[in-house]
């Protein structure tokens, strides 16, 4: 069943890949335990796994169109293993940070790679639908980094956890190899490097680019900062729960995130029946979640689960301009645009992650020996801020008005 062979593997994978960039959320008590890691270290440790998968995103665009989506992504969950089993034998930060960067590559095809099999494959109608199916695939690997992981700490350690995220690359890297079908006979794009390169530039050139991608890249960026580590934190010094309680917050967010990639992509389908373009319905979304941030700004603690699930669940609105935006561009160069937009994502997801830590640091640590509340304020103003300036900015550019 062409579902089974070609969905499944590419679910995996994009399951695992947010697996690994969540756990730290959970973890981070641990690691700072057992290294002695200050805001500014754990930041930094965390934010290599973004840093590596923003740096490979544009040759792995020239990757997936020249020789495509399974051999890609099947070579890359090696690296991804080989990531994993260094982070478990790991004995101090340097170790630690190159396995963390190892992750992040090894996981840099999951999303790209799976867009691009899907656009293959199930061209069509029935294109919302899987792109909506994959994304609650990396919602369940959110959840699971959650609870589960806490539950997984009684009987391992979080080293024990890294060499089981190392054991299930090496399965998923197998089933996509082996099971996922070629494309009439091959699943490559025969094109010289110096044509590659010309429809990065081109991708680049383009006001349509410029006039979205601002908004969507500052708003996914933040989400990607804030929800993959520093909500964890957050929860016990601001929140004041327990060890247990964030677990089982951080768990709501991962269901409302799942909630959020089945509806805002289906509503703005939907929405086109009363006259909304789809991209203007995602924007609205964007600005609903940039809105939601005031609440973590200001600290309404007695408000703190429900301003997390609205998070969660407006934070995945900015992956739908993935599915919109190439429809405007030739289809040969989707792999290019898609993974130079994630390049700017996740290279401003690692610069939010590490300077939250940076700014949280400027402020001393509390008495029970967490991160100062008011550190917390400050990186979360700064977020909100720079969102909110490129949210504006796509209102007023004029390079491109057809949306």
Sequence with gaps: MLLARVFIPFALGYFLSYLVRVVNAVLAPDLVRDLGLSADQLGLLTSAALFAFGAFQLPLGILLDRFGPRRTEAALLL????GAFISALASGMTELMIGRALLGLGTSACLMAAFKAYTQWFAGPRMPLVNGCHMVAGGLGALSGTVPVEM???????RGVFWAFGAMALFISALIFFTVPRRGGTDS????FAEQIA???KVFRSPMFWRTAPVTVTTQAGFLGIQTLWSGPWMKDVAGLPRDGVAENLFFVACAMIAGSFTIGAMAERFTRFGFKPMTFVIGAMAIFIVVQVGLVLQLTEYALLNWIAFGFFGTASIVVYALLPQRFDASLSGRLLTGMNMMVFF????????????????????D?????DGYQAAFAVILAIQAASLIWYFVYRGDTTN
């Design 369 to 373: 020996g967490g991160y100062h509340p």
């Design 79 to 82: 690296v991804c293993a080989a």
């Design 199 to 201: 429809g990065v530039g």
């Design 348 to 367: 401003l997801a690692f610069a939010v992650q590490w300077g939250t830590g940076v700014i949280i640091d400027l402020w001393p640590p509390t008495t």
């Design 152 to 158: 997984a700490l009684g009987f391992t350690d979080w």
């Design 189 to 192: 794009v025969e094109m010289t």
